[in-house]
């Protein structure tokens, strides 16, 4: 893996990190569907707030579930980029041993 040991550490590096942020927005997502304020939280006056702020708690956990599959999802692509990276590196490896062999 001469070619590629830093490149694939950064990008290994990189799919962890995208795995964790992954899960905090899944644990975001998850708690904003049962978020919003109660009918009573604003008082008689108030009553009115939660009905105005639902549309606001569906909409942020749509985009915060989004944004967790785009994580997912390039997560999958760099795991597969690295596996394409290991197998080029150990092609490579096997026919200079085979060149090796020859000489």
């Given at each position: 893996?001469?070619?590629?040991?830093?490149?694939r550490d950064e990008l290994?590096?990189?799919v962890s990190h995208l795995g964790g942020v992954s899960d905090k927005l899944d644990t975001a997502a998850s708690?904003?569907?049962?978020?919003?304020?109660p009918p009573g939280a604003?008082?008689?006056i108030g009553s009115?707030?939660?009905?105005?702020?639902?549309?606001?708690?569906?909409?942020?956990?749509?985009?915060?579930s989004a944004g967790r599959e785009?994580?997912?999802d390039t997560g999958a692509m760099m795991r597969r980029t690295?596996?394409?990276?290991?197998q080029v590196e150990t092609?490579?490896?096997?026919a200079f041993r085979d060149q090796e062999q020859k000489l």
């Open positions: 893996m001469a070619g590629y040991d830093y490149l290994q590096a990189h708690r904003g569907a049962g978020a919003g304020a604003y008082g008689l009115f707030i939660p009905a105005l702020l639902q549309p606001l708690v569906e909409r942020a956990t749509r985009v915060t785009s994580l997912v690295l596996e394409n990276y290991d092609d490579n490896a096997t």
